[in-house]
């Protein structure tokens, strides 16, 4: 059904540089993607086993334009019809996301609309309302990707409250450096998720790190360590390496460990909703996980397509909507920042297991 819109309806434009893939959307006032383009550079970066920051903005910078050019034409309209321009802030790589500021900048200016800076955490948060926008609030909002596993409570007035964070290794980029040690290529992420579907879980057991009971911080540099030193051990005994056995385990201990304390979070907060975003939350096994306790516990859950999961401008756009609904209007003279700081309050309070309170200072997200 073609969208109906009148000249209250805002369209917003999104440009997301700061990783690796270039990516346009727009997203109209009613919530609805009209269109959502992404080029990845796998190509590129594939061979050196990771992001190149200097070829990603080069990359961006042969690429923006025309993406972003095909996405207002997808969408059926005109430049003029832009309300507003939000473009990737923060964090990223700097000269990825300078070349999307830029790009916003100048273009906000030529057409004389606004332009919205956007915190890329805040875009993948949004992301969890692009397909449900009735998706209740309060909830617990975890998001998971190559450089953050954080954990927040999100309040109806678009507030976000630190819960819990990593202490060193995101969950993705545990995922990619054992992909790397088991010889699966890059991105790991994926890979680990189709070679684990042909292993037994259970066949290879790896710890669970910092299952702490009451804490809701995150480690993952343990259990790297630990397949390291298991593919050592394997190798000087001369047995064969269970590639598949040892993706299945490893995933399998990295998403018991994200499902038990998000819905323990989602239980000490007293809220009924649980939202996992980011390029994580598309691997297959960590969804059929949430889905299967969020039934059990009659909690709701929101789970971004997974177009939406990874890197995208649909989620940038979706989050300036919210922002130019709110009048939060960069100013002209708005820069990149590659360690820009997400804009959580200070740590919450949350109860423990056994009742007592517990509090810790926050950190940067």
């Known amino acids: 059904m073609p969208l109906m819109m009148t000249s209250s309806t805002p369209v917003i434009l999104g440009i997301e540089t700061s990783c690796d893939e270039t990516a346009a959307a727009i997203v109209a006032g009613t919530g609805q993607v009209l269109s959502s383009i992404l080029t990845s550079q796998h190509d590129v970066h594939a061979k050196y086993g990771g992001v190149v920051p200097e070829l990603a903005a080069r990359r961006h910078i042969e690429t923006i334009e025309v993406l972003t050019r095909e996405a207002v034409e997808r969408a059926g309209l005109h430049w003029r019809d832009l309300h507003a321009i939000a473009a990737t802030r923060g964090p990223g790589l700097a000269g990825a996301l300078l070349v999307g500021v830029s790009y916003g900048k100048a273009l906000a200016y030529a057409l004389r609309i606004p332009?919205?800076?956007?915190?890329?955490?805040?875009?993948?948060?949004?992301?969890?309302?692009?397909?449900?926008?009735?998706?209740?609030?309060?909830?617990?909002?975890?998001?998971?990707?190559?450089?953050?596993?954080?954990?927040?409570?999100?309040?109806?007035?678009?507030?976000?409250?630190?819960?819990?964070?990593?202490?060193?290794?995101?969950?993705?980029?545990a995922f990619d450096k054992a992909a790397t040690m088991l010889g699966l290529g890059f991105p790991g992420g994926p890979a680990i998720d189709r070679m684990?579907?042909?292993?037994?879980?259970?066949?290879?057991?790896?710890?669970?790190?910092?299952?702490?009971?009451?804490?809701?911080?995150?480690?993952?540099?343990?259990?790297?360590?630990?397949?390291?030193?298991?593919?050592r051990d394997l190798q000087q005994a001369g047995h064969p390496v269970p590639v598949a056995d040892i993706a299945a385990g490893f995933q399998e201990a990295i998403v018991d460990v994200l499902v038990t304390k998000t819905f323990d979070a989602a239980r000490r907060c007293?809220?009924?909703?649980?939202?996992?975003?980011?390029?994580?939350?598309?691997?297959?096994?960590?969804?059929?996980?949430?889905?299967?306790?969020?039934?059990?516990?009659?909690?709701?859950?929101?789970?971004?397509?997974?177009?939406?999961?990874?890197?995208n401008a649909a989620m940038i756009a979706a989050a300036g909507l919210r922002a130019y609904r709110r009048g939060q209007i960069s100013s002209w003279d708005m820069e990149a920042e590659a360690g820009l700081v997400f804009p959580a309050t200070s740590r919450l309070r949350v109860r423990?297991?056994?009742?007592?309170?517990?509090?810790?200072?926050?950190?940067?997200?």
């Open 115 to 173: 332009l919205i800076g956007i915190h890329h955490l805040e875009g993948h948060v949004a992301s969890a309302w692009i397909n449900r926008p009735d998706f209740p609030v309060p909830c617990v909002v975890l998001v998971v990707s190559g450089g953050h596993t954080h954990l927040y409570l999100a309040s109806p007035d678009d507030r976000f409250e630190l819960l819990g964070h990593t202490l060193d290794d995101a969950a993705g980029e």
């Open 196 to 231: 684990a579907r042909t292993g037994n879980p259970h066949a290879v057991r790896f710890p669970r790190p910092y299952a702490k009971p009451g804490n809701l911080d995150f480690s993952f540099s343990g259990i790297k360590t630990s397949l390291r030193y298991y593919l």
């Open 270 to 311: 007293g809220v009924r909703a649980v939202a996992v975003v980011g390029g994580v939350s598309a691997n297959s096994r960590l969804r059929a996980r949430l889905a299967q306790r969020a039934q059990t516990e009659g909690l709701h859950l929101a789970l971004p397509d997974p177009l939406y999961c990874t890197d």
């Open 352 to 365: 423990s297991t056994s009742g007592k309170r517990r509090t810790s200072r926050a950190q940067p997200a």
